[in-house]
């Protein structure tokens, strides 16, 4: 069961995150951005961080998992160091952009507190993990890096949330707000236990 539930979230990650490049690389319009009123729209530099949080977070999301593959942290440790920074840097990208879009979230300022607090978190948590990994603080960058993803995966949960609510509340901006928040304070959770269960077992 363990195995089904990693393969479902593997494959939700690389999903999502593969669907958000291509649609910048082929120019796709975007659902989100075309439910923003035209001044918004037609906003240069919402344009610009919106596109590079969305294309950094696409290659967070599809290149992050492949960080927690043991084999990768033993057997390959060039790779994973390659691929941590890659992560690492498309993470704190994605989270300064996303920080300033989310002033323009739909669902007023309760949605754009939830954004803001997720990209703020995330940004402190995978700095946190380059500090301690170069600092030679291997358990600590472990953690770091669970609460990281756990957040990269925000985008994941939010697409199962928010339609969910939207079919349960009945109300578009109600489910969008509780949806900004729901989609990643249950993944911190999540990440506390797994941690929790690392720490119990050593």
């Known amino acids: ?5 990693k393969i479902i979230g593997i494959s939700l ?5 593969f669907n958000a490049i291509i649609h910048i690389v082929l120019t796709i319009p975007f659902s989100l951005v075309l439910s923003k009123p035209d001044d918004i729209q037609n906003r240069s530099i919402w344009n610009i961080f919106f596109l590079l949080h969305v294309f950094f977070g696409g290659i967070a999301l599809t290149s992050g998992w492949y960080l927690f593959l043991k084999k990768l942290q033993t057997k390959w440790r060039k790779a994973h160091e390659m691929l941590g ?3 690492a840097l498309s ?4 989270a300064i952009s996303g920080f300033y879009i989310a002033f323009y979230a739909n669902g007023g300022w309760v949605a754009s507190l939830g954004f803001i607090s997720l990209t703020t978190i995330w940004f402190y948590v995978t700095l946190n993990s380059i500090f301690h990994v170069r600092n030679g603080l291997l358990k600590k960058h472990q953690e770091m890096m669970i609460y990281s993803y756990a957040l990269c995966l925000s985008a994941v949960t939010f697409r199962l949330w928010n339609p969910a609510l939207n079919l349960l509340l009945n109300d578009e901006i109600l489910a969008y707000q509780v949806a900004a928040w729901e989609s990643w304070l249950p993944n911190i959770f999540v990440a506390f236990l797994i941690i929790r269960n690392k720490v119990d077992k050593t």
């Open 13 to 17: 990650a690389i999903l999502v995150g």
């Open 85 to 87: 920074y890659i992560y």
């Open 91 to 94: 993470t704190l990208i994605s």
């Open 1 to 5: 069961m363990k195995i089904v539930f």
